[in-house]
T-cell receptor, first 114, second 109 residues
Framework: ETGVTQSPTHLIKTRGQQVTLRCSSQ?????VSWYQQALGQGPQFIFQ???????GRGNFPPRFSGLQFPNYSSELNVNALELDDSALYLC?????????????FGSGTRLTVV | DAKTTQPTSMDCAEGRAANLPCNHS???????VYWYRQIHSQGPQYIIH???NNETNEMASLIITEDRKSSTLILPHATLRDTAVYYC??????????FGKGTRLSVIA
C-alpha cells in the first residue's frame, strides 16, 4: 500500500504571497488532517477533512483554508503569508474520522517565508 | 492544549529497554492513549495505542496504570534508529490528535 505523499518538499515564498500545498492520502483512507509544526515544537492541528467536508478546525485564522477531493487527496492554501507561517506542514490520513488504526503522516512540506 | 506531561529528554544505552513515562491525570473514560514518534526530518509515525489494557506490537509495549492516569511506552531493545521525539497523546476516536512537545529520546552506543 502507498503511504501519504506531500508536495513540494521545500518551498520559499515572500511575505504577502499565497501558497498551495498538496497531499495524497494513503490508499483506503478517507480522512485528511493538516498540521503545522514550528521549529522545536510539536505539530499543531490546523483542520481535518472527512468526505470532502471540513469537520474540525484548530486555532488558525481563515487565511488557512483547505480542500479535499473525491479521491481523498487534499490541498492546504495559505493566503497573505506572514513570516511566522514558516514551518513544516504535515498531512495525515486516516480511516473514517475514528483513528483507531492510527494516522499515517507524510514527511511534510518545509515552507520558508522571507 | 496537550493533556499529557512528558519528560523533556531521556537517554538510553543501545540494546537496553527504553521506558518512556507519560502522565495523563485528566483522561476521561472514552479516551485512548496514543504514542507516536518523530525521527528528524520525517513526519510522526504511529507506534501503539491503548484504552485500558496493556498492549504490545512489533514495535513496543504500552503499560497503562489501573487508574489510567499514567502510562509507559517500552522499547524493549533500543537501537540507534530509535533516537527520536516520542509523543504521548490522549484523545477519543473522533477527535484530532493534540501533540505536546514530547520526549526527546537519545539512544547512545
Amino acid at each position: 500500500e502507498t503511504g501519504v505523499t506531500q508536495s513540494p518538499t521545500h518551498l520559499i515564498k515572500t511575505r504577502g504571497q499565497q501558497v498551495t500545498l498538496r497531499c495524497s492520502s494513503q490508499s483506503g483512507h478517507n480522512t485528511v488532517s493538516w498540521y503545522q509544526q514550528a521549529l522545536g515544537q510539536g505539530p499543531q492541528f490546523i483542520f481535518q477533512y472527512y468526505r470532502e467536508e471540513e469537520n474540525g478546525r484548530g486555532n488558525f485564522p481563515p487565511r488557512f483554508s483547505g480542500l479535499q477531493f473525491p479521491n481523498y487527496s487534499s490541498e492546504l492554501n495559505v493566503n497573505a503569508l506572514e513570516l511566522d507561517d514558516s514551518a513544516l506542514y504535515l498531512c495525515a490520513s486516516s480511516w473514517g474520522g475514528t483513528p483507531n488504526y492510527g494516522y499515517t503522516f507524510g514527511s511534510g512540506t518545509r515552507l520558508t517565508v522571507v | 492544549d496537550a493533556k499529557t506531561t512528558q519528560p523533556t529528554s531521556m537517554d538510553c544505552a543501545e540494546g537496553r529497554a527504553a521506558n518512556l513515562p507519560c502522565n495523563h491525570s485528566t483522561i476521561s473514560g472514552n479516551e485512548y492513549v496514543y504514542w507516536y514518534r518523530q525521527i528528524h526530518s520525517q513526519g510522526p509515525q504511529y507506534i501503539i495505542h491503548g484504552l485500558k489494557n496493556n498492549e504490545t506490537n512489533e514495535m513496543a509495549s504500552l503499560i497503562i496504570t489501573e487508574d489510567r492516569k499514567s502510562s509507559t511506552l517500552i522499547l524493549p531493545h533500543a537501537t540507534l534508529r530509535d533516537t527520536a521525539v516520542y509523543y504521548c497523546i490522549v484523545g477519543s476516536g473522533n477527535t484530532p490528535l493534540v501533540f505536546g512537545k514530547g520526549t526527546r529520546l537519545s539512544v547512545i552506543a
